[in-house]
């Protein structure tokens, strides 16, 4: 079992999945947050029916599922909206996370977590150290247009609903500064996962490197 755990998060866009695989073909095992909470609002989950309650029917699709390009536009267009979801979603999705990262073989584990400067990192107080993809934000507008296929106004909107590049530099005590060509992300992994390796080994996983 995993008992050192690195939280990894960044803007929308970021490259943070591409820094997943890098991690995950290095052996390491990575928890994911969007996937947690796919999960979490599956066809036939509990929380699936408390989306369904708050939000009505016809946020499903004919199958049973969630219809989640309509709910993206919900609740981007409408902040209260946003929060609701959140407060039905969020508790599952750390809870997922947790059970996933104690489980997890080798001496760390990662948790992918897009939204962790928003929600606070008092919530996941089972998180050592935190590593935050960082790009600038006419990098991400560019890329969640290309990725989605969406229109500037609703990938503006997208970003504007994160928290800013400042207040996830806050809780940094890792960068990567993912500007470069994707190649660069492979010596940026790398390194990290040395330091990481050794922070594991120290007693009780404490310390700086």
Known sequence: M???????TGGVASGKSEVEKRFAAL???????DAAAREAVAAGSAGLAEVVEAFG????QADGSLDRARMRRLVFADEAARKRLEGIVHPQ??????????AAPGPYAIAAIPLLAESG???????DRVL????PAEVQLA?????????????????????????????????IYNDAPIEALDAHVAELDA???????????????
């Open 2 to 8: 995993s008992g050192y755990v690195i939280g990894l």
């Open 27 to 33: 052996g390491v095992a990575v928890a994911d947050a």
């Open 57 to 60: 029917r016809d946020l499903l």
């Open 93 to 102: 999705v750390r809870a997922r996370l947790r059970a996933a990262c104690e």
């Open 121 to 127: 990192p008092g919530h996941y107080p089972w998180i």
């Open 132 to 135: 935050v993809v960082d790009v």
């Open 143 to 175: 890329r969640l247009q290309r990725r989605d296929g969406i229109d500037a106004g609703l990938a503006e909107r997208m970003l504007a609903a994160q928290a800013g590049r400042e207040a996830r530099l806050a809780i940094a005590d890792d960068v």
């Open 195 to 209: 330091r990481y390796r050794l922070l594991a080994e120290r007693p009780g996983g404490t310390g700086s490197a």
